[in-house]
């Protein structure tokens, strides 16, 4: 079992949608979790970077940890074309040691 | 703020030649930088860890003479793909980490697609 997964997709979803994202992890260790976007051809750049569970909320973006079921998300409100891109969750721990996701393609579609 | 940049962005080389990739904290110095491996629609795979002054910590089943890593200051390291081959080629990314409170934080930089023909 790997320890960070996701739903490579893709994922395909008209303007305006709100899009969920997510995935599961198997370290209990995990600590941290972030999300990365990554357009085509370029670096993951952070979106999120959330500690412990709870909820993170960043304009149109809002993070959910749920440690107890090693489930973390990603929600998209009011979905743009330039959303389109791969997301990568993550997990580390507390030595910051950190596992990504095979990621999630997205497409916004206009 | 915590800008890591990468030079180059895109290179192209013979087969049999060696190839450095740079990479740079612009605006602050990092503790730790990682380097990066992207295979098409797959995700990062981390290479190496590397911290100022010390040698890189490898990954598993990552050739350490093949992919020589020196982290010379706290804003530099560097990615020597030595003897390079067709099947290096790859899309290589670093990131860079700073300590914020109490929390460490990674900066990807832009990435650096190689192609060895």
């Known amino acids: 079992q790997k320890e960070v997964e996701q739903d490579p997709g893709p994922l395909s979803v008209p303007e305006g949608a709100i899009v969920s994202l997510n995935c599961t992890y198997s370290?209990?260790?995990?600590?941290?979790f972030m999300w990365y976007r990554q357009y085509s051809r370029k670096g993951p750049e952070l979106l999120m970077y959330t500690y412990s569970s709870g909820n993170k909320e960043d304009g149109r973006f809002t993070a959910q940890v749920d440690k107890s079921s090693k489930y973390i998300s990603l929600f998209i409100r009011d979905s743009q074309p330039s959303d389109s891109a791969t997301y990568l969750c993550a997990g580390g721990d507390y030595g910051q040691n950190f596992v990504f996701g095979p990621g999630t393609r997205l497409s916004v579609l206009p | 703020g915590a800008v890591v940049s990468q030079h180059p962005s895109w290179v192209i080389c013979k087969s049999g030649t060696s190839v450095k990739i740079e990479c740079r904290s612009l605006?602050?110095?990092?503790?730790?930088m990682f380097w990066y491996r992207q295979f098409p629609k797959q995700s990062l795979m981390l290479m190496a860890t590397?911290?100022?002054?010390?040698?890189?910590?490898?990954e598993q089943g990552v050739e350490k003479d093949k992919f020589l890593i020196n982290h010379a200051s706290l804003t530099l390291s560097t990615l020597t793909v030595t003897s390079a081959h067709p099947e290096d080629s790859s899309f290589y990314i670093c990131s860079a980490s700073v300590w914020a409170g109490s929390t460490d934080t990674q900066y990807f930089g832009p990435g650096t697609r190689l192609t060895v023909l």
């Open positions: 605006d602050f110095q990092a503790t730790t």
């Open positions: 370290n209990s260790a995990f600590q941290y």
């Open positions: 590397s911290n100022e002054g010390s040698k890189a910590t490898y």
